[in-house]
């Protein structure tokens, strides 16, 4: 019979940038003993986001960093908004264009994730701080 | 024991940007009376979106619908698709870039957001229209 | 009774850019006899995304390629990560600017997508490979 657990787990990114949480969340999976199912993480901040990304090359994390700051740069000129300083609004909109939610099938009591693919936490205030995510498993 | 509620709920924006959705959403999840689970909005058009943003600061949305109009310009020379005029593709390609679908937890009766979240409807068309939203609830 | 299905899909696209796999999902959908709930589509890879989008206009994805080589271009000396030539990276980073996963209601027994939406596997590589589609539907 389908069944639910919910919890919340914190992180917090040693830098601005990606930061791996595949890892606690993947443990958190295991422990709920459920084979079959969906796992839906939800990041409770607008300054800081989720992304599945290449979990190999580190080149590959660094480029995309550097692609939002080309993108979205620390330029008060652009903004209006910035109150918390200049990586207040480009946080902002690289929330945005990335995620606030991922699911995840789970299989075989496991995520469910490509060879390559690692879940992201991605930091985009220069002074990290504790983010809260949500977690939700339903399957059986 | 595990339930699902699905309704549809409409909304317009009374002009082109970030519209939020917050209210009208969290009071039907209150009246399902699921006390956990999650909740899933779908924008059934390609030409509006979703975003969780920054919800006090109004100066922080327009950023980012100015970030919009820079990335994604309302200029014709760059698309071959102009059938409905010179925001129709830009709408197109601001709603890939945000999102047509976010789920969000529920917990004690409540969308779980982050206390500066909101849940925004973005409509990137000048002629605002009726929207409509999917949503489904799963949880006991 | 609320249950769960879970399967995969494999897709290749023609080419590099926009490939529709609304009908093959469609179909599964349809083969599980599940009236009301929620489809889950999850892409294992990070060099591919998801996107739902205009289903009607070729021109529309033909922009919305455009739109991301514009942004995201094949150019080497933009990225430091470029493993396996110049489409490596700008892949990545496309992908994380759509989407890797996509939920869709399904109401009497169909996706309940809006009349011009498709869901589309968005190939970022320049020489498609087989990609997987983990798919996971709850309902009753």
């Not at 422990?31 to 969906?38: H, K, P, V």
């Not at 939800?42 to 090359?57: D, G, K, M, P, Y």
Request: a negative charge.
């Amino acid at each position: 019979m389908l069944r639910q657990v919910a919890s919340t787990i914190a992180a917090i990114a040693p830098r601005q940038g990606l930061h791996e949480v595949t890892d606690p969340i993947a443990q958190w999976v295991c422990e709920q003993d459920i084979e079959t199912g969906l796992l839906t993480i939800f990041c409770r901040h607008t300054s800081a986001s989720l992304v599945i990304q290449e979990n190999a090359a580190s080149a590959a994390r660094r480029d995309l960093e550097t692609f939002m700051a080309r993108i979205a740069p620390e330029d008060p000129s652009l903004y209006t908004h910035n109150d918390e300083g200049p990586d207040d609004m480009p946080a902002h909109i690289r929330s945005a264009l990335t995620s606030t939610q991922l699911s995840v099938p789970v299989a075989q009591g496991r995520l469910a994730l490509g060879t390559w693919q690692g879940i992201y936490l991605f930091e985009h205030r220069r002074e990290p701080s504790r983010r809260e995510l949500g977690l939700h498993l339903v399957g059986e």
